[in-house]
């Protein structure tokens, strides 16, 4: 039996170290140490040994075993070695062969104008706050002046999530929030998305974009007001563009007006865009209702401010000559790359 045993360890050896092939190997495996294998089968025979023989024959066939198991290991690792390095020689990549042309549109023309108007009022001093677009009733109507049955609360004009919640409808309840925090004075622009239940058509889309700006002080006039968008009209127009300031209404501020700019189209001389009149509207305006602040926990006997609201679409149109405002939205590489 010891005999037997040398001899079996000796073919088991010589055969794994000429073993080529993971799956060669794994036969090799089962045809020495598997269940019916030739070890297996070895020992079972132990029985017919004397009891005197049979611990040393047991010892020496767990010592065939060990030996063998850790050859199958270590011709196991040297083969998937040499299969690794195998593959990594027939899958070479030539790093010198050119990649395919990546399109790259430029910045989008919405974030164009964002970012020209961001720079124009960082630069006069004021300071970009971002807000939650679910906003409650109180903070997207009730806070901003705008009473129970005003008609911009109603369903065909706003998006519920339920009775209370919507989705905003103007970025000014981040003017009423950074109120509400009480640090003063503010100067600040609030640019986002917000959202109307409006049809989709070439003027009109349920999502769009605003800048709104909100300065509280003590000693805030309108002729501050006034300075300021007129500033801001020819930063972003141009320095020949005249601006002219004409009376609204808004419920959250008082007075209010609307202000237009020369048309960009015709240059002031009068077309269809601008209904003849050589100006254009880019803008809403005027001095923050003294209930808007107090709601707000700012005492209007002491501090006033006024507010501001544009559209960005409607900017980026009129400084573009851009006739169709679906045009932003359907992400056509032709239309991108010409700003």
Not at 169 to 178: E, G, I, K, N, R
Not at 224 to 237: I, M, N, R, S, T
Not at 287 to 300: Q, R, Y
């Amino acid at each position: 039996m010891k005999e037997k045993l040398e001899q079996l360890k000796k073919m088991a050896i010589d055969e794994i170290t000429s073993a080529n092939t993971l799956k060669n190997l794994d036969e090799l495996r089962v045809n020495y140490l598997g269940k019916k294998g030739q070890l297996t089968s070895m020992l079972r025979s132990m029985k017919d040994l004397s009891k005197e023989e049979r611990p040393k024959i047991g010892q020496i066939a767990n010592d065939v075993r060990e030996i063998l198991e850790n050859s199958l290991r270590d011709k196991k690792s040297t083969l998937e070695k040499q299969e690794v390095n195998s593959k990594l020689e027939q899958e070479v990549i030539d790093i010198t062969l050119p990649t395919k042309n990546m399109v790259y549109a430029p910045l989008h023309p919405l974030d164009k104008t964002l970012e020209e108007i961001s720079d124009i009022f960082i630069g006069m001093g004021y300071e970009i706050v971002s807000g939650r677009e679910v906003e409650t009733g109180y903070y997207n109507f009730d806070a901003l002046n705008l009473g129970i049955n005003h008609p911009a609360r109603d369903e065909q004009d706003t998006f519920y999530i339920n009775q209370d919640t919507m989705l905003r409808t103007a970025t000014s309840p981040v003017q009423v929030h950074t109120m509400e925090q009480g640090k003063l004075p503010i100067r600040m622009i609030a640019p986002g998305k917000v959202y109307r239940a409006d049809e989709v058509d070439a003027t009109h889309s349920p999502i769009f974009h605003q800048v709104e700006g909100l300065v509280i002080d003590t000693d805030i006039t309108f002729g501050d007001l006034k300075g300021v968008l007129a500033e801001f009209a020819k930063k972003f127009f141009g320095d020949k563009v005249e601006v002219k300031f004409r009376p609204h209404y808004f419920p959250f501020t008082e007075p209010s007006a609307e202000v237009d700019v020369t048309c960009v189209m015709c240059k002031g001389k009068g077309c269809s865009i601008c209904k003849q009149e050589g100006f254009i509207e880019i803008l809403g305006c005027g001095m923050v209702h003294p209930k808007v602040l107090e709601m707000a926990g700012i005492d209007s006997t002491k501090y006033q401010g006024f507010a501001f609201g544009m559209g960005v679409e409607r900017l980026t149109m009129l400084k573009y000559d851009i006739n169709d405002l679906r045009l932003f939205y359907e992400n056509d590489y032709r239309f991108l790359t010409q700003f």
